[in-house]
């Protein structure tokens, strides 16, 4: 069954502040890093990606970092916004693994505060 | 159409009962994922579908049939199912099986809220 008072870890921000998040990962093979977004009731969706041969991306209000030195991604969003509030999670692949298996991250909980 | 739609929406079923899952993607994608997620946890893979042969099957209990009719269709059927194969069941697709061209991102469905009682 479900573990009793098991928490995400939750980000609270009020509306129109930069968000941080943030995602450490331990396989050193992994080179293609993904960000989805995940509102309740639905799918992830997609927001952002990143190889390893690059440190920084950018899209629309949102940032990905990568640190390949400490195994670490972050994402930035601007502005946020209401519709931002949701369950964020980082997620890698190798890119000789074949298939796109993509390991998830633990994932974390931001909530917009109006 | 960049879409995976999966039915039902909703599904509540016996332990004794026979029932499937549909996912259909029209991307023209040629891997196709089926994922179980728990509350508050990430998305587990179940299984991956790379040009419609079972590529990865991550040890899964064989309540769980999958199968994939053609390029745009993955099914899962269940049977015998246990309480605690209550989920979230998301499937999801992408463009290159074999990322010979480089990492695609995965698609994901809205899912399948199953419940087992």
């Known amino acids: 069954g479900e573990s009793v008072g098991l928490h995400l870890p939750t980000l609270s921000v009020q509306e129109g502040d930069n968000s941080i998040i943030n995602c450490a990962y331990s396989?050193?093979?992994?080179?293609?890093f993904i960000w989805y977004k995940q509102e309740s009731g639905k799918g992830p969706q997609f927001i952002i990606d990143?190889?390893?041969?690059?440190d920084k991306r950018q899209g629309q209000r949102v940032t990905v970092l990568l640190n390949k030195t400490v195994k670490h991604l972050s994402l930035q969003i601007a502005a946020t916004q209401p519709g931002d509030s949701a369950v964020y999670f980082c997620?890698?692949?190798?890119?000789?693994?074949?298939?796109?298996?993509?390991?998830f991250g633990k994932g974390n909980q931001v909530v917009v505060i109006p | 159409d960049t879409e995976v739609t999966q039915t039902p929406k909703h599904l509540v079923m016996g332990m004794t009962n026979k029932k499937s899952l549909k996912c259909e993607q029209h991307?023209?994608?040629?891997?196709m994922y089926w994922y179980k997620q728990k509350a508050k946890k990430p998305p587990e893979l179940m299984f991956v579908?790379?040009?419609?042969?079972?590529?990865i099957n991550e040890s899964v209990p064989s309540r769980f049939s999958p199968e994939c009719p053609n390029s745009s269709l993955l099914n899962l059927h269940l049977h015998a199912l246990q309480p605690e194969d209550s989920a979230l069941y998301l499937c999801?697709?992408?463009?290159?099986?074999?990322?010979?061209?480089?990492?695609?991102?995965?698609?994901f469905g809205p899912g399948t809220r199953l419940t087992v009682t």
């Open positions: 999801a697709s992408s463009q290159d099986p074999d990322r010979t061209s480089g990492p695609y991102e995965q698609y």
């Open positions: 396989n050193s093979a992994s080179d293609y």
């Open positions: 990143i190889r390893s041969n690059m």
């Open positions: 997620a890698e692949t190798p890119l000789n693994h074949g298939n796109n298996r993509l390991a």
């Open positions: 991307m023209g994608h040629r891997a």
């Open positions: 579908y790379s040009y419609e042969k079972l590529s």
